[in-house]
């Protein structure tokens, strides 16, 4: 992409109205802007990220077993009757009157929804365990949006259901999607820590949240510091035979959201004890019959007769999770992203723009990465070099291939990290086979 054309509206001061770090940088990177209270647009850079982060979800759901569908925005509200949700929700959930006087909610979450499918389509225990999962927008009326994406009233979440027969079916599909989730936020370049959460307004007695530890984050949360250093399952996990000892690793240290704060169990941890600021960018849940039972979603077991389901859900604050990694990843100048999830992965800055050799090895350089399939966003602009440089500290591509006049004279480029803010000089040739290694 040519950033001439390409529309990437910076800002060089900051924000008034934007309070924590990730926000004040996405509004300066020209990543978002909000059109009502906690509904924004994403503008291109941050939509490609947005659809960066939602891939490795994807990924690591379907590498789970899990399967994708998609439930709509807008649901019937008879099935939030049904489920008894409909006012204990509350002020929360957005009702829709339609021209027929029938009264739709904008999801907040999608319970109902997927329950619904499940006792139309789940006919027999011979269906069952299954995982089903979405990628979609919810809304939820906050009394106070604020932070930007971290608490938004629209924002994109996964979320996950699981269906199974038993107990220890459900047990196991619960495990499924927690180590998942730890795969899914390190790919993601954050370290998130499953701490024992209350269950909320959505109901059951089994619990984590994910926690990403950040000075703005808007919970105290306590665990073991051991929590930052321990190692995170490989990509070839046998997800129905390694799940119980990760399980059982991740969960036998001490760790807490406020809620279920243990003095107790706190002290007991000592000088280890980390008391920290955490965002919550995931949760999972096991809620056995909450919905199965009102909503009778039965399958015929092996004897013929209806079993009722026992029921998990699993969500990810797709968006959140964007504002989460730039409070862990930045610094003074800007965004650092983590390769995984960067925008693109190059800068390329022309700083000789209208001369003819610089332009020449440039688009040489463009066309290069391009063809071998990296992501390049190439500062094409007649601009100063200062203002070339803050642009891509700001927006925080992992590597910035530097291409200056008196560089080419010796026939070299400068390559800079923009996370060890290593600098170093070599060819073009070099910088491409380093770029596509
Ligand atoms: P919170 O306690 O932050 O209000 P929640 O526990 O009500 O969130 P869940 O029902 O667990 O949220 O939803 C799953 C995930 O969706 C959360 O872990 C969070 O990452 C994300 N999420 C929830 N509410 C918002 C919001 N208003 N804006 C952005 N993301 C959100
Ligand atoms: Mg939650």
């Given at each position: 992409?040519?950033?001439?054309?390409?529309?990437?509206?910076?800002?060089?001061?900051?924000?008034?109205?934007?309070?924590?770090?990730?926000?004040r940088?996405?509004?300066?990177?020209?990543?978002?802007?909000?059109?009502?209270?906690?509904i924004?647009?994403?503008?291109?850079?941050?939509?490609?990220?947005?659809?960066?982060?939602?891939?490795?979800?994807?990924?690591?759901?379907?590498?789970?077993?899990?399967?994708?569908?998609?439930?709509?925005?807008?649901?019937n509200?008879d099935?939030?009757?049904?489920?008894?949700?409909?006012?204990a929700?509350?002020?929360?959930?957005?009702?829709?009157?339609?021209?027929?006087?029938?009264?739709l909610?904008?999801?907040?979450?999608?319970?109902?929804?997927?329950?619904d499918?499940?006792?139309?389509?789940?006919?027999?225990?011979?269906?069952?365990?299954?995982?089903?999962?979405?990628?979609?927008w919810k809304?939820?009326?906050?009394?106070?949006?604020?932070?930007?994406?971290?608490?938004?009233?629209?924002?994109?979440?996964?979320?996950?259901?699981?269906?199974?027969?038993?107990?220890?079916?459900?047990?196991?599909?619960?495990?499924?999607?927690?180590?998942?989730?730890?795969?899914?936020?390190?790919?993601?370049?954050?370290?998130?820590?499953?701490?024992?959460?209350?269950?909320?307004?959505?109901?059951?007695?089994?619990?984590?949240?994910?926690?990403?530890?950040?000075?703005?984050?808007?919970?105290?949360?306590?665990?073991?510091k051991?929590?930052?250093?321990?190692?995170i399952?490989?990509?070839?996990?046998?997800?129905?035979?390694?799940?119980?000892?990760?399980?059982?690793?991740?969960t036998?240290?001490?760790?807490?959201?406020?809620?279920?704060?243990?003095?107790?169990e706190?002290?007991?941890?000592?000088?280890?004890?980390?008391?920290?600021?955490?965002?919550?960018?995931?949760?999972?849940?096991?809620?056995?019959?909450?919905?199965?039972?009102?909503?009778?979603v039965?399958?015929?077991?092996?004897?013929?007769?209806?079993?009722l389901i026992?029921?998990?859900?699993?969500?990810?604050?797709?968006?959140?999770?964007?504002?989460?990694?730039?409070?862990?990843?930045?610094?003074?100048?800007?965004?650092?992203?983590p390769?995984?999830?960067?925008?693109?992965?190059?800068?390329?800055?022309?700083?000789?723009?209208?001369?003819?050799v610089?332009?020449?090895?440039?688009?040489?350089?463009?066309?290069?990465?391009?063809?071998?399939?990296?992501?390049?966003?190439?500062?094409?602009?007649?601009?100063?070099?200062?203002?070339?440089?803050?642009?891509?500290?700001?927006?925080?591509?992992?590597?910035?291939?530097i291409?200056?006049?008196?560089?080419l004279?010796?026939?070299?480029?400068?390559?800079?990290?923009?996370?060890?803010?290593?600098?170093?000089?070599?060819?073009?040739?070099?910088?491409?086979?380093?770029?596509t290694?």
């Open positions: 992409m040519r950033l001439s054309r390409y529309l990437l509206p910076t800002l060089k001061e900051n924000p008034v109205e934007a309070q924590i770090v990730s926000h940088l996405m509004l300066r990177a020209g990543m978002i802007r909000q059109t009502a209270a906690g924004y647009t994403w503008l291109p850079l941050g939509y490609r990220v947005l659809r960066k982060i939602e891939q490795i979800v994807r990924e690591e759901q379907d590498r789970a077993g899990a399967q994708e569908l998609l439930m709509p925005t807008l649901q509200s099935l939030w009757k049904e489920s008894g949700r409909y006012d929700y509350g002020p929360e959930m957005l009702r829709i009157t339609d021209r027929h006087d029938r009264v909610v904008y999801g907040p979450t999608a319970e109902e929804v997927i329950n499918i499940a006792r139309n389509e789940l006919k027999s225990y011979k269906e069952t365990p299954k995982i089903l999962y979405n990628i979609q809304f939820r009326d906050e009394v106070r949006p604020r932070f930007g994406v971290m608490r938004g009233r629209e924002f994109l979440m996964k979320d996950a259901y699981s269906f199974d027969l038993t107990y220890e079916g459900a047990k196991h599909s619960y495990n499924k999607m927690f180590v998942a989730y730890l795969r899914t936020f390190a790919r993601c370049g954050v370290r998130a820590i499953p701490m024992k959460a209350s269950t909320g307004p959505i109901g059951g007695d089994l619990s984590h949240e994910f926690i990403v530890l950040a000075e703005t984050g808007e919970e105290q949360v306590y665990c073991h051991d929590y930052l250093a321990m190692p399952p490989s990509e070839d996990v046998d997800y129905d035979s390694d799940l119980e000892p990760i399980y059982n690793q991740w036998s240290l001490y760790a807490a959201t406020e809620d279920k704060y243990d003095e107790a706190a002290k007991a941890v000592g000088d280890n004890l980390l008391s920290a600021r955490g965002i919550e960018v995931g949760q999972v849940f096991y809620y056995g019959k909450k919905y199965s039972n009102p909503m009778n039965a399958v015929a077991g092996e004897d013929g007769k209806p079993v026992e029921g998990g859900c699993y969500g990810i604050g797709v968006s959140r999770l964007m504002g989460a990694i730039i409070e862990a990843c930045h610094d003074d100048n800007g965004i650092i992203w390769e995984s999830v960067a925008p693109f992965k190059v800068g390329l800055v022309n700083l000789g723009t209208g001369k003819e610089a332009d020449k090895a440039c688009d040489d350089l463009y066309a290069k990465l391009t063809k071998a399939g990296v992501e390049v966003l190439y500062d094409d602009r007649d601009e100063r070099a200062g203002v070339k440089f803050s642009t891509m500290d700001l927006i925080g591509l992992p590597y910035q291939l291409v200056g006049l008196r560089g004279e010796k026939g070299v480029v400068e390559l800079k990290n923009r996370k060890t803010g290593e600098r170093r000089e070599m060819s073009p040739e070099d910088a491409v086979a380093f770029l290694r």
